[in-house]
């Protein structure tokens, strides 16, 4: 049952995608404009046509407005002044005050540099690393291993950060398993999660853990794809092994690659607030406040809201940014992009 | 030589013909190497898992003293019954189900509703609506707006805080409105034929053939609504409507009440060291018990999954 699931998974990335040397997408573009010519051609026809489709779109439509856009016009509060309990958008204008106010404030400087570096591990660790194990377990001829290995290493992807969170403190702590190889080897016990220069090995890691081998489920998907004679052509041609992954199997799962590196990008800014929530504490701020964390204590915690507010607009804008530009050189270069 | 593509673990297809080549030493040499790298992925997952089981049976003595590792030390069950007899626990424990189980019931109605109206080619006005929903993949208001618009609505210390603010995943609507775009445009003409208005196609035609598709979205919506924890920290002061999440959360936190930054001083970490493992084996226990039933349809199905598509 989950295989359809997979399979719409692939679909909506190839949906999302616009992939140049992709001509199913081609003849997709095709059939909808066919499709355009069948189209009602007023409203006032489609409405009277199509009314029950419109109604069951409401329900929804009204989630997106209240509960996705409203927030983003919530986002004027920035730009004013707002009372906790007052009006949600705020009471007065103050301008650019609250953008002037972190401007100068080196801790949000701070957080913003802590929020690149990770951001940034995050993207070189973590996101070729699905791609080395996919490779890798199709590599694999004895099927057992093959199922064993997916089997388990899919298994974090279904746990709560809480938990895993939970799972950090009682494995680095300094009675947990990890400090025990320390003192076997003869070394000191390390609080780690005391120490601010261990901070993003430990964050890092323990999204390795727990996102690495669901990251290979599209990736084995779509090496499946992959047309039997490219290689047999290859082999032809003399290309070893080692040449056929690297001519025929990465270019195959390019696509792929470029639109989950697309939208991992979109993501660079918000980091993993939920997990760095859970494991920082003071004395690791250092190294583990990012933007995202500290917007949360300086609005919710301290209720400065309006400030908040506004490194979080800065944050966002950001996000958008980056994506856009990410999405932009990709169709330059490779010719692959989103939407 | 048998080749690099990887079909052969799929049922539907024939076995790659094998050339008569015997695989070159290098090869060989590869798979060994191979093999003993994917063991060490499967032996790194398992162990802190194995672990936390561990200490969940150890006597706290040897915890403290950094001897238990993947076996219990000083195994007993007071640990389990000290957590168990907590009404709290308890308590959480099943708003945890209550809100998994309302959350996902709304969240699969404006999912499916929307995902089919979506999937509606020719339906006017077709693209803003999902251009309306994949704008917000990319873009979103933040923590601070949300917050207080919740706070606005009165929705604070109420399960609607926890089920609306998420109630649809633009990613499952996708997914969801790709599959519907798979069904054949036939099956719904006939149903119109018959004189079957838009909702009784829907309930009659299309959802029956969608079981699978169903069945997967709301096991996806379940999980990511038990795992949760977030919003109900966010916006729920009262520990009686807590979920289990945050109980484990406050447990890992050294705090009992609603401390607002995540902070884990030593001390507490080794007073509730098996306490926490208790808790976090409980918390898991039902994704544990569904994840073999589930896992064994997706490691073969990803692979036909990928062949139909």
């Known amino acids: 049952m989950l295989s359809t699931y997979v399979n719409g998974v692939q679909k909506t990335l190839t949906w999302l995608t616009r992939d140049a040397y992709c001509a199913a997408k081609c003849n997709g573009q095709l059939s909808e404009i066919f499709e355009d010519a069948m189209a009602a051609r007023t409203w006032r026809q489609a409405l009277r046509r199509d009314w029950q489709l419109y109604s069951l779109a409401i329900l929804p439509l009204l989630f997106f407005v209240v509960f996705r856009y409203l927030p983003m016009l919530g986002n004027v509060i920035a730009f004013r002044r707002y009372r906790p309990g007052g009006d949600i958008f705020g009471e007065r204008w103050v301008g650019l005050h609250y953008f002037q106010m972190f401007w100068s404030d080196p801790t949000f400087w701070q957080v913003f540099t802590n929020t690149l570096i990770i951001g940034g591990l995050t993207l070189v660790v973590l996101f070729p690393l699905p791609v080395v194990l996919a490779l890798l377990l199709n590599e694999v001829r004895t099927r057992a291993l093959k199922r064993l290995v997916q089997t388990i290493s899919y298994l974090p992807h279904f746990l709560s950060i809480v938990v895993v969170a939970g799972i950090v403190f009682q494995v680095l702590s300094v009675d947990g398993i990890v400090n025990q190889g320390l003192k076997a080897l003869g070394q000191e016990a390390v609080p780690f999660l005391q120490q601010p220069g261990w901070f993003r090995t430990i964050y890092v890691s323990s999204e390795a853990w727990q996102t690495i081998g669901w990251g290979t489920i599209l990736y084995l998907a779509a090496l499946t794809t992959i047309d039997p004679d490219l290689y047999e052509a290859a082999r032809i041609d003399g290309a070893n092994r080692w040449q056929q992954t690297w001519h025929v199997t990465l270019p195959g799962i390019r696509p792929t690659m470029v639109t989950l590196l697309i939208l991992n990008i979109g993501t660079f800014m918000a980091v993993g607030f939920e997990k760095i929530l859970l494991l920082y504490n003071p004395l690791t701020y250092p190294t583990a406040d990012v933007v995202a964390t500290y917007l949360y204590r300086v609005g919710v915690v301290s209720g400065s809201f309006s400030y908040a507010a506004a490194i979080g607009l800065f944050e966002s804008v950001i996000g958008l940014v980056l994506v856009l530009s990410a999405n932009a050189i990709s169709r330059r270069t490779v010719g692959t992009s989103l939407w | ?309």
């Open chain 2, 1 to 309: 030589m048998v080749t690099v593509e990887a079909p052969e673990t799929l049922a539907s297809t024939p076995a790659k013909p094998n050339k008569g080549q015997r695989p070159s030493r290098g090869y060989r040499v590869f798979q060994g190497v191979n093999a003993l790298v994917l063991t060490g992925v499967v032996v790194l997952t398992l162990y802190p898992l194995i672990n936390i089981l561990a200490r969940s049976f150890s006597a706290e003595d040897y915890i403290r003293s950094g001897q238990v590792n993947l076996l219990p030390r000083g195994f007993n069950l007071t640990t389990y019954r000290r957590v168990m007899s907590d009404p709290m626990f308890w308590t959480n424990y099943r708003n945890t189900i209550y809100y998994t189980v309302v959350a996902t019931a709304i969240s699969m109605v404006l999912t499916v509703c929307y995902a089919y109206v979506l999937s509606k080619k020719h339906l006017r006005g077709r693209s803003v609506l999902v251009g309306l929903a994949v704008f917000t993949m990319f873009f979103n208001g933040g923590l601070i707006p949300n917050y207080v618009l919740v706070s606005g609505l009165g929705l604070r210390n109420t399960i609607w805080a926890i089920v609306l603010p998420n109630a649809i995943s633009v990613f499952n609507l996708l997914v969801m409105k790709s599959f519907f775009e798979s069904m054949p445009v036939e099956l719904e003409e006939a149903a119109a034929v018959d004189g079957l208005n838009t909702y009784q196609t829907l309930l009659r035609i299309v959802l029956p053939l969608s079981k699978a598709m169903l069945a997967t979205m709301v096991l996806f919506y379940a999980v990511s609504f038990w795992n949760s924890w977030f919003s109900a920290f966010l916006y729920l002061d009262r520990s009686e409507m807590f979920p289990v999440t945050v109980y484990l959360r406050n447990l890992i936190a050294g705090a009992t009440g609603g401390s607002d930054v995540g902070t884990a001083s030593e001390t507490a970490l080794q007073i509730a060291a098996n306490i926490q493992s208790v808790t976090i084996v409980l918390t898991v226990l039902p994704i544990m018990l569904v994840y073999p039933f589930i896992q064994r349809y997706f490691v073969s199905g990803v692979m036909l999954g990928a062949v139909k598509g």
